[in-house]
C-alpha cells in the first residue's frame, strides 16, 4: 500500500528520535576515528529500520523504498555514521529484484562506476572495486554485472567475515571520514548469484543511490539551518544577538531557503516513488541537494564565523557530509547533462509538460 504523505512523516519522526538519541555530536565525531558506529546500528537493526524497503517473505520489514528514503533523511539530520542506505535500500531492492534472500549483515553495493574493474569467471570474482561505503565493515558485497548482454546480481562474503579468504582491503575515507574503501578480489567464490530482471540495470542503481544520497543531504541540509540559526540568536554582539544584523540574516535566509527548497524536491521524490518509476525527481532532487550544499555550507560558515571552523563544534559534521555526498552518486554536472539531454529529446512540446509532470513526460 502506498504510504501517505502523513505516514511518511510519522515513519521520519520516529527514526529521528531513535537517532537523536544515540547519534549524539560526540557519537558522531568519535565514528569518524573509528570508521563506525556500532551501537547505532544495532538499534537500527534492532528497530527493523535496515530492510524496511524488502517484502517480509524476502526477510525485510515489507516497506516502500519511499519509507526507507523518509528513514535515510532522519539519518542525514543526525549525521549517522552507519551503511544505512548500502545496506537497506540499494543492496536490499537489488536483491529483492533479483529474487534472493538477504544474507544477515552489513551489506553494501558496488556502485556502477567502481564495477569496471570485476570479473567473473565461472563463480569466482576477481578485480578491484574502488571507493565501497563502508567496505571494510562489508559482511556481504553485491554486485550487478553486465553478463551476455544481462545483468548478473551476484553476492560475495565480505571482509568483515571471518572466514573470507581473497579479499584484501587498502581503507580510504570520504572528507566525512566515512569509509570509503577500495577492495580486491582475488577468485573469491560468489555465494550466490540470479539474473536480474528487465530494468534492474547500472542506470537504475544509479538512481537509487541518488535518492539516497539526496534524501540525507535534505536531512542534514535542515539540521545545518536549525544550528545556525540557534547559534545566531544565542551569540551576541553589541548587546543584541547576531541574528538581528542585516548582513547575517542574509545568510540565514539563504541557507533556510535552500533547506526548504532540497526538502520540498525531496518530497515530490517520495510521492513520485511511492507511485512507481521517478527518475526525473530523483536526478531533480539529486541536482538541487548538490548545488544546496554549495551555497548552504558558504551561509552556515558565514554566519558561524570562527567557531564553525573548530573540530569541538558541531557544523563540520553536516558541512563536510554534504560535500562529500553531493560528489557521490552523480555530481553537479552529471545530472544537469541528463536533465537537459532528456528535456532536449523530448522536444518543445514536451517542455511545460515535463516542468508539471515530471517523470510523466520525461525519462533522463
Same mark, same amino acid.
Not at 569518524?32 to 517480509?56: K, M, N
Not at 530494468?199 to 541540509?221: C, H, I, K, S
Given at each position: 500500500?502506498?504510504?501517505?504523505? @502523513?505516514?511518511?512523516?510519522?515513519?521520519?519522526?520516529?527514526?529521528?528520535?531513535?537517532?537523536?538519541?544515540?547519534?549524539?555530536?560526540?557519537?558522531?565525531?568519535? @565514528?569518524?576515528?573509528?570508521?563506525?558506529?556500532?551501537?547505532?546500528?544495532?538499534?537500527?537493526?534492532?528497530?527493523?529500520?535496515?530492510?524496511?524497503?524488502?517484502?517480509?517473505?524476502?526477510?525485510?520489514?515489507?516497506?516502500?523504498?519511499?519509507? @526507507?528514503?523518509?528513514?535515510?533523511?532522519?539519518?542525514?539530520?543526525?549525521?549517522?555514521?552507519?551503511?544505512?542506505?548500502?545496506?537497506?535500500?540499494?543492496?536490499?531492492?537489488?536483491?529483492?529484484?533479483?529474487?534472493?534472500?538477504?544474507?544477515?549483515?552489513?551489506?553494501?553495493?558496488?556502485?556502477?562506476?567502481?564495477?569496471?574493474?570485476?570479473?567473473?569467471?565461472?563463480?569466482?570474482?576477481?578485480?578491484?572495486?574502488?571507493?565501497?561505503?563502508?567496505?571494510?565493515?562489508?559482511?556481504?558485497?553485491?554486485? #550487478?554485472?553486465?553478463?551476455?548482454?544481462?545483468?548478473?546480481?551476484?553476492?560475495?562474503?565480505?571482509?568483515?567475515?571471518?572466514?573470507?579468504?581473497?579479499?584484501?582491503?587498502?581503507?580510504?575515507?570520504?572528507?566525512?571520514?566515512?569509509?570509503?574503501?577500495?577492495?580486491?578480489?582475488?577468485?573469491?567464490?560468489?555465494?550466490?548469484?540470479? #539474473?536480474?530482471?528487465?530494468?534492474?540495470?547500472?542506470?537504475?542503481?544509479?538512481?537509487?543511490?541518488?535518492?539516497?544520497?539526496?534524501?540525507?543531504? @535534505?536531512?542534514?541540509?535542515?539540521?545545518?539551518?536549525?544550528?545556525?540559526?540557534?547559534?545566531?540568536?544565542?551569540?551576541?554582539?553589541?548587546?543584541?544577538?547576531?541574528?538581528?544584523?542585516?548582513?547575517?540574516?542574509?545568510?540565514?535566509?539563504?541557507?533556510?531557503?535552500?533547506?526548504?527548497?532540497?526538502?520540498?524536491?525531496?518530497?515530490?521524490?517520495?510521492?513520485?516513488?511511492?507511485?512507481?518509476?521517478?527518475?526525473?525527481?530523483?536526478?531533480? =532532487?539529486?541536482?538541487?541537494?548538490?548545488?544546496? =550544499?554549495?551555497?548552504?555550507?558558504?551561509?552556515?560558515?558565514?554566519?558561524?564565523?570562527?567557531?564553525?571552523?573548530?573540530?569541538?563544534?558541531?557544523?563540520?559534521?553536516?558541512?563536510?557530509?554534504?560535500?562529500?555526498?553531493?560528489?557521490?552518486?552523480?555530481?553537479?554536472?552529471?545530472?544537469?547533462?541528463?536533465?537537459?539531454?532528456?528535456?532536449?529529446?523530448?522536444?518543445?512540446?514536451?517542455?511545460?509538460?515535463?516542468?508539471?509532470?515530471?517523470?510523466?513526460?520525461?525519462?533522463?
Amino acid at each position: 500500500m502506498t504510504p501517505t504523505h @502523513a505516514e511518511l512523516n510519522e515513519l521520519e519522526q520516529t527514526a529521528n528520535t531513535l537517532f537523536v538519541d544515540l547519534c549524539t555530536p560526540a557519537s558522531a565525531a568519535a @565514528a569518524e576515528t573509528d570508521g563506525w558506529h556500532p551501537r547505532l546500528w544495532a538499534a537500527i537493526d534492532q528497530a527493523g529500520f535496515t530492510d524496511v524497503s524488502v517484502p517480509e517473505e524476502r526477510g525485510g520489514a515489507g516497506g516502500t523504498p519511499a519509507e @526507507a528514503l523518509a528513514i535515510l533523511r532522519a539519518a542525514g539530520r543526525s549525521a549517522a555514521a552507519v551503511p544505512l542506505a548500502e545496506t537497506g535500500l540499494m543492496a536490499g531492492q537489488l536483491l529483492t529484484a533479483a529474487g534472493l534472500d538477504l544474507p544477515l549483515g552489513v551489506r553494501i553495493v558496488v556502485p556502477p562506476a567502481g564495477a569496471d574493474e570485476l570479473v567473473l569467471e565461472g563463480d569466482q570474482l576477481s578485480g578491484t572495486a574502488r571507493g565501497l561505503a563502508w567496505g571494510r565493515h562489508a559482511s556481504w558485497i553485491v554486485v #550487478l554485472l553486465p553478463r551476455d548482454g544481462e545483468n548478473l546480481v551476484a553476492v560475495l562474503p565480505g571482509p568483515a567475515l571471518e572466514m573470507t579468504t581473497g579479499v584484501s582491503v587498502v581503507a580510504d575515507v570520504n572528507l566525512a571520514g566515512e569509509p570509503r574503501d577500495d577492495l580486491t578480489f582475488d577468485h573469491v567464490p560468489v555465494a550466490r548469484k540470479s #539474473l536480474a530482471p528487465v530494468g534492474t540495470d547500472p542506470g537504475a542503481l544509479q538512481l537509487l543511490g541518488a535518492a539516497g544520497r539526496a534524501a540525507m543531504m @535534505a536531512g542534514a541540509l535542515s539540521s545545518m539551518a536549525d544550528l545556525t540559526l540557534r547559534y545566531t540568536r544565542q551569540r551576541k554582539q553589541f548587546g543584541k544577538p547576531v541574528s538581528s544584523f542585516q548582513s547575517v540574516q542574509q545568510h540565514l535566509v539563504t541557507l533556510h531557503q535552500q533547506a526548504a527548497l532540497v526538502s520540498a524536491a525531496v518530497d515530490g521524490m517520495l510521492t513520485a516513488i511511492s507511485n512507481g518509476p521517478a527518475p526525473f525527481e530523483i536526478a531533480a =532532487a539529486k541536482l538541487l541537494a548538490n548545488q544546496a =550544499a554549495v551555497a548552504a555550507t558558504r551561509a552556515a560558515h558565514q554566519a558561524h564565523g570562527a567557531i564553525g571552523m573548530t573540530q569541538e563544534y558541531q557544523l563540520h559534521q553536516f558541512s563536510r557530509r554534504l560535500w562529500s555526498w553531493r560528489a557521490e552518486y552523480g555530481n553537479d554536472r552529471y545530472w544537469s547533462s541528463r536533465l537537459g539531454s532528456g528535456v532536449a529529446s523530448a522536444g518543445p512540446d514536451a517542455l511545460y509538460p515535463t516542468i508539471t509532470a515530471g517523470s510523466a513526460a520525461m525519462t533522463p
